[in-house]
């Protein structure tokens, strides 16, 4: 029974070997030149602000707007697992039905499409 | 690898699409709905698109089925909304409205095929059963008296909001487009819920419906009191829908199965009753009593149906409610009958409470909205007596009973409505001081209603109430039928107080100049279609819809 | 070593009771959101436990229903809390008070 996930266990040390061996290797070899703008925290190119960190500021609104959509795709999503590993016995039927379903997913997109729902500015 | 052993292989359902056409058909339209709005000036080319797939799909189901019925209706709806895109494509929003009404009159047509369908097998082998539908969609979905009953007065009750809303939306600047294609998706998981013959259905009908309600009760976007009205229904609403899921989880953890009737079939092969169905049961009365706004669980009631917009209020208090008790009456007779000794004297007492709570805290109100809201309360009260006598005449009584209040409720919220329109505020009592003076028909038609909601006799109301007291009477419960008295005396009072400030007070001074009432043509419409019913159903045919209801009142099992 | 199902039964149940009381307690709205969240997640452990014990999938189908249904209602959840933020800067459950008798 556990020998089953052997390899997954292999693949979590060769994972963490990699990782410990990347990491030690370039802040040995590699030059280090530090400078303001490098030592900055990264946030996805924006440049981070204070107050935000310290809940001093608020988010933009369309950060929730962009998740919440995002949450709501993103978990229909669940629903094409189920149905791929039977595919093959549901044959054109089952293809046929989750193509209404897809349409009708497709159909949301255009609304929020439509309505600006991924416009950021 | 050890699960996938287990199961045995996969079966297709037979699928009889046709169980859940009213469904299809009122999600078919909202979606289509949705398109045409979010088109906008592409709106003739995106109705020519349905029009070409729904063509496509009724022709290859009229070569691979040799049927001429289904497709050619299938036809016809796509040229007609194509027809109506082509002459409104202007006016969006009347074009989604005459969509949506469309569709609702659509869903009744179908139903009502269902009904003549079914009814047809009640001579045949097995007349007990009003139909059986083990088999219909994998035994999600059952199509028996009650589920069809229920369809047609959620229909009726969405058939009659959308023109009260038009004017109404107009006026408060909240006409966007999702409007209507949000009341057909509550109608939707509405009607779905009533015809529910599995928890999984039941479910997913309830969030379907509550999604939307939580958004039409904000529909209000600027309006503190619709956004209150929305979060207040919205927590309360998740938490009774977690509540009942794990009530539904617990079923299913001791029956093993989803399905009302083989969890009904399993409880009463068990000896004893087990603690834990006992707490699903207690869970399950919970959820319910939330959704159907039961004493001690309708504390979100009046501030909901106060702050949402008027016709949206008279569409919850009375489509959510039959449908909320179409589903409680299945699985508490289907699913729970061997437990019947233990949830009966519970609802005794809820009913007891929520008559006698509805109406004294009722009396008390100033706002008149808010006091229609307690007053749903002590109604949903009337109706339990209905489901504790669980015999025929209790099922039948309590189809009659809401299907006369969808009429009370949207009559009285429509005509509220309409004065709103007029003052551009709520409305207290005191605002109705003279009313009768200055406008006899409004008024008139407000104090029909009001008499009706408080059962005199020769209205509606009283043929609902009658029905109800006389299955409780025949159950053996006159003492419920005597605080059902007493809770009417109570709620007579206010209602006629509001009959007395209308025609017998005069104008307060200092407000008298008063723009004069233009009701639209669609509120006037909607409000005198439910007075008309109303007045029908109370002189000429209470004994048609009674025999109706009667007739109406099995499940399927 | 196997645990045995009653082990993940009360884990669920003590979740859902955290969830409960949660929802009764605090006033944060966004807090009260998360703890109902709670409650349907661990619905969700008790039927996909439920699921295995009786040995069909019933439980798992309508525990993926949850999870959509739960990802709907956050949806809609934070669109009304994010508006009423807008209108009155605050997510308190005890500021939402203009409707009273």
């Known amino acids: 029974m556990l020998a089953e996930y052997l390899p997954v266990a292999v693949l979590f040390v060769i994972a963490f070997l990699f990782v410990a061996l990347s990491l030690l290797v370039s802040s040995k070899l590699g030059p280090s030149r530090p400078n303001p703008v490098k030592n900055a925290a990264y946030e996805s190119g924006i440049i981070p602000d204070p107050e935000t960190a310290v809940g001093g500021s608020r988010f933009p609104v369309r950060f929730y707007l962009v998740a919440m959509l995002f949450i709501i795709f993103d978990v229909e999503a669940v629903f094409l697992y189920p149905w791929a590993t039977v595919l093959r016995d549901l044959s054109w039927y089952g293809l046929a039905v989750m193509g209404v379903f897809v349409a009708l997913l497709f159909e949301s997109y255009y609304y929020v499409l439509r309505k600006g729902g991924l416009e950021w500015d | ?557 | 070593m196997i645990v045995p199902a009653g082990h993940y039964l009360v884990l669920a149940a003590a979740l859902f009771t955290v969830g409960v009381v949660g929802v009764l307690v605090r006033r944060n709205l966004i807090v009260m959101f998360m703890c109902i969240e709670l409650m349907l997640n661990s619905v969700n452990l008790t039927l996909v436990t439920f699921s295995r014990v009786n040995g069909n999938l019933d439980g798992q189908v309508l525990s993926f229903f949850v999870m959509v249904v739960a990802a709907a209602e956050v949806t809609v959840g934070l669109a009304l809390i994010v508006n009423l933020f807008r209108l009155k800067a605050s997510a308190d459950a005890d500021d939402v008070d203009a409707l009273r008798s």
């Open chain 2, 1 to 557: 690898m050890t699960l996938l052993a287990q199961i045995p292989p996969l079966q297709i359902p037979d699928i009889a699409w046709s169980a859940i056409s009213p469904e299809l058909v009122l999600f078919g339209v909202g979606i289509l709905a949705l398109l045409l709005d979010t088109a906008g000036p592409q709106r003739l080319q995106a109705s020519f698109l349905v029009f070409g797939f729904a063509a496509a799909g009724a022709g290859y189901i009229a070569l691979s089925t040799e049927q001429s019925v289904l497709p050619g209706l299938v036809g016809l709806a796509a040229l007609g909304q194509f027809a109506l895109t082509a002459i409104w494509r202007d006016r969006p929003r009347l074009l989604s409205a005459l969509l949506a009404a469309l569709g609702f009159a659509g869903a009744i047509g179908v139903t009502t095929w269902q009904w003549g369908a079914y009814s047809g097998r009640l001579v045949g082998a097995d007349a007990a059963t009003f139909v059986g539908t083990d088999s219909l969609l994998g035994g999600m979905v059952a199509v028996d008296g009650v589920a069809l009953f229920t369809r047609v007065t959620v229909c009726l009750a969405g058939l009659v909001t959308v023109p009260l809303s038009f004017a109404y939306a107009e006026e408060r600047r909240i006409h966007r487009g999702e409007y209507y294609p949000l009341l057909l998706f509550a109608a939707t998981g509405m009607t779905l819920l009533a015809s529910s013959a599995d928890f999984i259905m039941v479910f997913i009908a309830i969030e379907v419906l509550s999604l939307s309600l939580y958004i039409l009760a904000g529909f209000a976007k600027r309006d503190l009191n619709s956004q209150e009205a929305a979060l207040k229904y919205f927590l309360l609403g998740a938490f009774s829908s977690a509540l009942l899921l794990y009530g539904i989880a617990l079923v299913y953890g001791v029956t093993g199965s989803t399905n009302i009737a083989e969890a009904g079939r399993a409880f009463s092969s068990l000896d004893a009753p087990q603690g834990m169905a006992v707490a699903a049961m207690a869970l399950l009365i919970v959820g319910f009593g939330f959704k159907t706004a039961i004493v001690p669980f309708h504390m979100w009631t009046p501030d909901v149906y106060q702050g949402a917009p008027t016709p949206i209020t008279g569409f919850m208090a009375a489509a959510t409610k039959a449908a909320a008790f179409a589903a409680f009456l299945r699985v508490f007779v289907g699913a729970f009958a061997p437990l019947q000794w233990s949830w009966t004297p519970v609802l005794w007492v809820l009913a007891a409470l929520t008559m006698l709570a509805g109406a004294i805290l009722a009396v008390v109100q100033n706002d008149v909205k808010r006091m229609l809201g307690y007053s749903a309360v002590a109604h949903a009260g009337y109706v339990l007596i209905g489901f504790v006598a669980v015999n025929r005449a209790g099922v039948s009584g309590v189809l009659v009973y809401l299907l006369i209040y969808t009429f009370m409720s949207l009559g009285s919220f429509g005509v509220l409505a309409l004065l709103e329109r007029r003052n551009h505020k709520a409305m207290a009592i005191d605002d109705l001081r003279g009313l009768g003076r200055r406008d006899p028909v409004p008024a008139g038609m407000l104090a029909l209603f009001l008499l009706s909601l408080a059962g005199i006799p020769g209205t509606a109301g009283f043929v609902a109430k009658f029905a109800v007291f006389r299955a409780g009477i025949e159950a053996g419960h006159a003492a419920l039928v005597v605080i059902a008295v007493v809770s009417s005396v109570i709620a007579a009072f206010f209602y006629i107080r509001v009959i007395v400030a209308m025609f017998m007070e005069d104008v307060p001074e200092g407000v008298a100049a008063e723009a004069p009432l233009a009701p639209s043509t669609g509120m006037s419409a909607g409000i005198a279609f439910s007075a008309a019913v109303m007045v029908a159903f109370g002189t000429v045919l209470p004994f048609l819809l009674v025999d109706l209801a009667d007739q109406a009142a099995t499940f399927v099992s």
